[in-house]
Protein backbone atom coordinates (compact mmCIF):
# COMPACT_ATOMS: atom_id res chain seq x y z
CA UNK A 1 0.00 0.00 0.00
CA UNK A 2 1.52 3.06 -1.40
CA UNK A 3 1.93 5.67 1.82
CA UNK A 4 -0.75 8.44 1.40
CA UNK A 5 -1.51 7.70 -2.43
CA UNK A 6 -3.60 10.07 -3.61
CA UNK A 7 -3.27 13.07 -0.95
CA UNK A 8 -1.70 16.11 -0.46
CA UNK A 9 -0.09 15.11 2.86
CA UNK A 10 -1.81 12.27 5.55
CA UNK A 11 -4.51 12.95 8.11
CA UNK A 12 -4.55 12.84 11.65
CA UNK A 13 -6.29 14.02 14.29
CA UNK A 14 -6.03 12.32 17.86
CA UNK A 15 -9.54 13.43 19.76
CA UNK A 16 -10.87 12.21 22.72
CA UNK A 17 -12.14 8.77 22.38
CA UNK A 18 -10.89 8.43 18.76
CA UNK A 19 -8.26 8.19 16.34
CA UNK A 20 -8.25 9.36 12.88
CA UNK A 21 -5.51 8.48 10.45
CA UNK A 22 -4.51 7.94 7.05
CA UNK A 23 -3.45 4.23 6.41
CA UNK A 24 -0.10 3.20 5.67
CA UNK A 25 0.73 -0.36 5.43
CA UNK A 26 -0.91 -3.28 3.23
CA UNK A 27 -2.47 -4.42 6.73
CA UNK A 28 -4.94 -0.78 7.21
CA UNK A 29 -5.93 -1.84 3.54
CA UNK A 30 -6.57 -4.56 4.56
CA UNK A 31 -9.08 -3.68 7.52
CA UNK A 32 -10.20 -1.19 5.72
CA UNK A 33 -11.55 -3.56 3.07
CA UNK A 34 -13.09 -6.24 5.65
CA UNK A 35 -15.10 -3.49 7.77
CA UNK A 36 -16.48 -2.39 4.57
CA UNK A 37 -17.23 -6.45 3.47
CA UNK A 38 -19.17 -6.33 6.84
CA UNK A 39 -20.37 -2.95 6.43
CA UNK A 40 -22.23 -3.33 3.58
CA UNK A 41 -22.85 -7.05 3.66
CA UNK A 42 -21.14 -8.06 1.24
CA UNK A 43 -20.45 -12.16 0.15
CA UNK A 44 -17.35 -11.48 -1.48
CA UNK A 45 -14.42 -8.72 0.05
CA UNK A 46 -15.10 -5.37 -1.34
CA UNK A 47 -11.93 -4.10 -3.78
CA UNK A 48 -11.48 -2.92 -6.46
CA UNK A 49 -8.88 -0.21 -8.69
CA UNK A 50 -9.62 2.53 -6.90
CA UNK A 51 -7.92 1.00 -3.81
CA UNK A 52 -4.41 1.49 -5.35
CA UNK A 53 -4.71 5.16 -6.43
CA UNK A 54 -6.90 6.24 -2.83
CA UNK A 55 -5.60 7.42 0.06
CA UNK A 56 -7.93 5.00 3.19
CA UNK A 57 -9.09 6.98 5.94
CA UNK A 58 -9.32 4.69 9.42
CA UNK A 59 -11.29 5.82 12.36
CA UNK A 60 -9.95 3.90 15.48
CA UNK A 61 -11.52 3.94 19.34
CA UNK A 62 -8.59 3.52 21.68
CA UNK A 63 -11.05 2.87 24.43
CA UNK A 64 -10.92 -0.62 22.26
CA UNK A 65 -7.30 -1.09 21.60
CA UNK A 66 -7.61 0.97 18.61
CA UNK A 67 -10.51 -1.37 17.33
CA UNK A 68 -11.51 0.29 13.68
CA UNK A 69 -15.04 1.85 13.88
CA UNK A 70 -15.24 3.51 10.18
CA UNK A 71 -13.76 3.77 7.24
CA UNK A 72 -13.50 6.05 3.80
CA UNK A 73 -11.34 6.34 1.14
CA UNK A 74 -10.22 9.74 -0.38
CA UNK A 75 -8.95 10.72 -4.25
CA UNK A 76 -7.32 14.04 -4.64
CA UNK A 77 -7.87 15.88 -8.08
CA UNK A 78 -6.37 18.93 -8.78
CA UNK A 79 -9.41 20.16 -10.78
CA UNK A 80 -12.74 18.88 -12.65
CA UNK A 81 -10.77 18.50 -15.86
CA UNK A 82 -9.78 15.54 -13.45
CA UNK A 83 -13.13 14.09 -12.72
CA UNK A 84 -13.37 11.56 -15.46
CA UNK A 85 -10.78 9.37 -13.12
CA UNK A 86 -13.22 9.19 -10.23
CA UNK A 87 -15.21 5.90 -9.00
CA UNK A 88 -18.10 8.61 -9.18
CA UNK A 89 -17.81 8.41 -13.52
CA UNK A 90 -18.42 5.15 -13.96
CA UNK A 91 -21.66 5.41 -13.00
CA UNK A 92 -22.40 9.46 -13.32
CA UNK A 93 -22.14 11.18 -16.95
CA UNK A 94 -19.75 14.46 -14.49
CA UNK A 95 -18.54 16.40 -17.86
CA UNK A 96 -20.57 19.32 -16.58
CA UNK A 97 -18.36 19.06 -13.38
CA UNK A 98 -15.34 18.94 -15.81
CA UNK A 99 -15.15 22.95 -15.94
CA UNK A 100 -14.94 23.10 -12.43
CA UNK A 101 -11.65 25.21 -11.32
CA UNK A 102 -10.57 24.24 -8.07
CA UNK A 103 -9.19 20.68 -6.16
CA UNK A 104 -11.30 18.19 -5.91
CA UNK A 105 -11.85 15.46 -2.86
CA UNK A 106 -13.83 12.10 -4.12
CA UNK A 107 -14.82 10.58 -0.67
CA UNK A 108 -15.74 6.97 -1.67
CA UNK A 109 -16.92 3.68 0.26
CA UNK A 110 -17.39 5.45 3.29
CA UNK A 111 -18.96 2.91 6.31
CA UNK A 112 -19.05 2.18 10.04
CA UNK A 113 -19.01 -0.79 11.83
CA UNK A 114 -22.92 -1.99 12.39
CA UNK A 115 -22.87 -2.28 16.09
CA UNK A 116 -21.20 1.17 16.34
CA UNK A 117 -23.70 4.49 16.62
CA UNK A 118 -21.78 6.91 18.64
CA UNK A 119 -22.35 10.09 16.55
CA UNK A 120 -18.61 11.42 18.02
CA UNK A 121 -17.83 8.65 15.32
CA UNK A 122 -19.24 11.03 12.53
CA UNK A 123 -18.00 13.82 14.09
CA UNK A 124 -14.45 12.61 14.19
CA UNK A 125 -14.09 11.71 10.37
CA UNK A 126 -15.61 14.89 9.53
CA UNK A 127 -12.87 16.99 11.31
CA UNK A 128 -10.44 15.70 10.17
CA UNK A 129 -11.83 16.06 6.84
CA UNK A 130 -12.26 20.07 7.75
CA UNK A 131 -8.22 20.10 8.49
CA UNK A 132 -7.35 18.57 5.12
CA UNK A 133 -9.41 20.68 3.18
CA UNK A 134 -8.15 23.93 5.04
CA UNK A 135 -4.77 22.85 4.23
CA UNK A 136 -4.92 21.45 0.56
CA UNK A 137 -7.54 24.05 -0.32
CA UNK A 138 -9.84 22.06 -1.08
CA UNK A 139 -13.08 23.76 -3.13
CA UNK A 140 -15.00 20.81 -3.44
CA UNK A 141 -16.41 17.21 -1.59
CA UNK A 142 -18.00 14.96 -3.88
CA UNK A 143 -19.12 10.79 -3.90
CA UNK A 144 -22.04 8.32 -4.11
CA UNK A 145 -24.42 8.54 -0.59
CA UNK A 146 -25.86 5.28 -0.46
CA UNK A 147 -29.26 3.88 0.88
CA UNK A 148 -29.61 0.22 1.82
CA UNK A 149 -31.33 -2.02 -0.80
CA UNK A 150 -32.53 -1.42 -4.02
CA UNK A 151 -36.61 -1.14 -3.77
CA UNK A 152 -37.52 2.71 -4.18
CA UNK A 153 -40.63 2.21 -2.51
CA UNK A 154 -38.56 1.97 0.85
CA UNK A 155 -37.42 5.73 0.68
CA UNK A 156 -40.70 8.06 -1.34
CA UNK A 157 -40.25 10.67 1.05
CA UNK A 158 -36.75 11.17 1.92
CA UNK A 159 -36.48 11.05 -2.49
CA UNK A 160 -39.05 13.55 -2.37
CA UNK A 161 -37.81 15.57 -0.02
CA UNK A 162 -34.48 15.65 -2.21
CA UNK A 163 -35.98 16.59 -5.14
CA UNK A 164 -37.58 19.22 -3.64
CA UNK A 165 -34.87 20.96 -1.80
CA UNK A 166 -31.27 19.41 -2.27
CA UNK A 167 -31.04 19.01 -6.18
CA UNK A 168 -27.35 19.91 -7.80
CA UNK A 169 -27.40 23.74 -9.31
CA UNK A 170 -27.60 22.80 -13.50
CA UNK A 171 -23.98 23.88 -13.79
CA UNK A 172 -22.65 21.23 -12.11
CA UNK A 173 -25.75 18.60 -12.30
CA UNK A 174 -25.12 14.77 -13.04
CA UNK A 175 -26.53 13.59 -15.82
CA UNK A 176 -28.02 9.96 -16.58
CA UNK A 177 -24.83 7.20 -17.49
CA UNK A 178 -25.93 3.95 -15.58
CA UNK A 179 -28.11 1.30 -16.96
CA UNK A 180 -30.61 1.14 -14.09
CA UNK A 181 -31.98 4.34 -12.24
CA UNK A 182 -35.24 5.74 -10.51
CA UNK A 183 -35.33 9.29 -11.72
CA UNK A 184 -36.61 12.28 -9.14
CA UNK A 185 -40.67 12.70 -11.37
CA UNK A 186 -43.87 13.15 -11.11
CA UNK A 187 -43.98 9.53 -9.45
CA UNK A 188 -42.95 11.23 -6.01
CA UNK A 189 -45.04 12.35 -3.05
CA UNK A 190 -45.95 16.14 -3.29
CA UNK A 191 -45.91 16.18 0.14
CA UNK A 192 -43.23 13.62 1.75
CA UNK A 193 -43.40 13.13 5.58
CA UNK A 194 -40.43 15.37 6.32
CA UNK A 195 -39.91 13.54 10.23
CA UNK A 196 -40.00 10.18 7.74
CA UNK A 197 -37.92 11.83 5.23
CA UNK A 198 -35.25 12.30 7.77
CA UNK A 199 -35.10 8.69 9.40
CA UNK A 200 -34.46 7.70 5.62
CA UNK A 201 -31.55 9.42 5.03
CA UNK A 202 -28.47 7.71 5.53
CA UNK A 203 -26.30 9.92 7.94
CA UNK A 204 -23.32 10.33 5.45
CA UNK A 205 -26.18 12.22 3.15
CA UNK A 206 -27.90 14.10 6.24
CA UNK A 207 -24.43 15.55 7.24
CA UNK A 208 -23.72 16.52 3.35
CA UNK A 209 -26.85 18.15 3.27
CA UNK A 210 -26.56 20.02 6.56
CA UNK A 211 -23.75 21.82 4.96
CA UNK A 212 -25.00 23.02 2.09
CA UNK A 213 -24.30 19.74 -0.16
CA UNK A 214 -26.52 18.97 -2.95
CA UNK A 215 -27.60 15.66 -5.30
CA UNK A 216 -28.33 14.53 -8.88
CA UNK A 217 -31.94 14.45 -9.71
CA UNK A 218 -31.60 10.41 -10.33
CA UNK A 219 -30.67 7.21 -8.30
CA UNK A 220 -28.86 4.92 -9.51
CA UNK A 221 -29.72 1.29 -8.58
CA UNK A 222 -26.15 -0.69 -7.66
CA UNK A 223 -27.44 -4.62 -7.48
CA UNK A 224 -23.77 -5.57 -7.27
CA UNK A 225 -23.46 -3.45 -3.82
CA UNK A 226 -27.30 -3.81 -3.04
CA UNK A 227 -28.08 -0.12 -2.80
CA UNK A 228 -29.41 2.92 -4.13
CA UNK A 229 -26.68 5.78 -4.26
CA UNK A 230 -27.19 9.79 -5.39
CA UNK A 231 -24.23 11.55 -6.41
CA UNK A 232 -23.59 14.20 -3.66
CA UNK A 233 -21.49 17.11 -3.96
CA UNK A 234 -20.16 19.52 -1.48
CA UNK A 235 -18.91 23.19 -2.74
CA UNK A 236 -16.61 24.32 0.80
CA UNK A 237 -17.72 27.91 0.14
CA UNK A 238 -21.26 26.75 0.47
CA UNK A 239 -21.06 25.50 4.38
CA UNK A 240 -22.15 27.87 6.60
CA UNK A 241 -19.92 29.66 8.85
CA UNK A 242 -21.26 27.88 12.16
CA UNK A 243 -20.85 24.65 10.57
CA UNK A 244 -17.10 25.40 9.74
CA UNK A 245 -16.56 26.86 13.18
CA UNK A 246 -18.09 23.39 14.52
CA UNK A 247 -15.13 20.97 12.32
CA UNK A 248 -12.57 23.24 12.95
CA UNK A 249 -13.08 23.06 16.89
CA UNK A 250 -13.13 19.10 16.09
CA UNK A 251 -10.28 19.59 14.36
CA UNK A 252 -8.73 21.59 16.95
Known sequence: M??????????????GRYRVRTGR??????AARELR???????????DEFDDICAHVLVEDKRAGGRLVCCFRMLLLESG???????SARCYDL?????????????????????CTDPDILRAAWGAMAAYVDRNDVEMLFGCSSFPGTEVGRYQD?????????????????????????????????????????????????????M????SDHAVV???MNTLHVFTGLEVRAIPASRKRLLRAVAG
Open 2 to 15: AECRGMAEAIFLDR
Open 37 to 47: TLAFALNEPDQ
Open 158 to 210: AFALLKQRHLAPQRWRPRVKAPEIFCFDGRLRQFPDEKRAMLQMPPLLKTYLL
Open 95 to 115: SALRAFPGPMVEMGRFCTRPD
Open 222 to 224: DRE
Open 212 to 215: GGWI
Open 25 to 30: TGRDLE
Open 81 to 87: SEVGRSY
